[in-house]
Structures are given as structure tokens and as C-alpha cells.
């Protein structure tokens, strides 16, 4: 964890998680961010079945029996008076992406760095923004990446595209 002084003009995009996919043929998830300010552009980030389940139960609102490791991460945060400001998806490298988590007590705000799925699944426990740079954004890859999502998405994904007779 480290005290920050962040970029001034290091341009931040705010994200908000649209839906999650099942990749069935890797046992993977997809969470597909959308822009807050509603301007057409998705942001897909492949996560493992587990830390999608988990962006999932946050996304509905769903009350485990047991806290789930981000919600004692978010319980240890309240009860220190540490508030989670925000999460930024701020670099990429060899196509992983890399988040940092950015929290705040008595007046001193400081970054953690996180896998974009743990800082994903806190953002929405702790119900604060989640940023991508432009910097991110523009290096990206994007070809075919919109008709991929739809056609996943249309796709029954239980059902295999075979049919055996």
C-alpha cells in the first residue's frame, strides 16, 4: 500500500458492470463493463468461474450465510474507518489487465494494487465507482470484440452446438 499522488492528466473513464457471460467452453466468466454515462462501449475482462461467481452474488445483491472473502475485506474496512474511494482498471500488460483499489482514512488516501476481478467485486460491496484510464481504453483490442459478445450472447449456453442424432 503506498500514499498516492495520482497523474492529473491520466484522463479516467467511469465503468459500470453491464453483465457477466459464462465461457463455457474454458469455464471462465466475462464481465462486461459499460460506460456510466451510457455512450455505447463495452469493456470485457475475462475472470476465473470462482471470482466471477463472486462479482455475480455482489451484482444481485445476494446474502451469503457466511461472509464471502470481499465482504470481510469490506468489514475490516469499515471497522478501521477506511473508506473505499474507488477502483481503477489503470494498466495492461500482455493482455492482463491491472486495477488499483484507492481508499481513504483520516485524510490520507492510498492505493492497493488488486486483480481488476477482486477490485471489481469490492466496487460493488462497497458501492463505489470503477474507472478504466484512456490510456487502457486506447490500447485495448477491440477487433470483432462487439458481434463476439452478441453472438456469445445468443448463444444457448448449455446446449452444444453439435446435436448429436
Request: overall charge negative; proline content about 5%; some cysteine.
Amino acid at each position: 500500500m503506498s500514499t498516492i499522488n495520482p497523474p492529473k492528466e491520466q484522463s479516467l473513464i467511469e465503468y459500470r458492470v453491464d453483465r457477466i457471460l459464462e465461457e463455457a467452453n474454458t469455464d471462465t466468466r466475462i464481465v462486461v463493463l459499460a460506460r456510466q454515462d451510457g455512450a455505447l462501449d463495452t469493456f470485457p475482462i475475462w475472470v476465473g468461474s470462482a471470482e466471477g461467481n463472486a462479482i455475480k452474488l455482489a451484482l444481485d445483491a445476494t446474502i451469503t450465510p457466511r461472509p464471502m472473502s470481499h465482504d470481510l475485506i469490506k468489514s475490516f474496512a469499515e471497522h478501521l474507518s477506511v473508506t473505499i474511494q474507488r477502483v481503477v482498471i489503470a494498466d495492461v500488460k500482455s493482455s492482463t489487465y491491472y486495477a488499483t483499489v484507492y481508499v481513504a482514512n483520516k485524510g490520507v488516501e492510498r492505493m492497493i494494487d488488486a486483480r481488476p476481478s477482486d477490485a471489481i467485486s469490492l466496487a460493488l460491496r462497497a458501492h463505489c465507482p470503477i474507472y478504466i484510464t484512456q490510456d487502457v481504453l486506447t490500447r485495448r483490442s477491440t477487433t470483432n470484440l462487439d458481434a463476439w459478445l452478441a453472438k456469445l450472447e445468443s448463444k444457448n449456453i448449455g446446449t452444444p452446438e453439435v446435436q448429436e442424432t
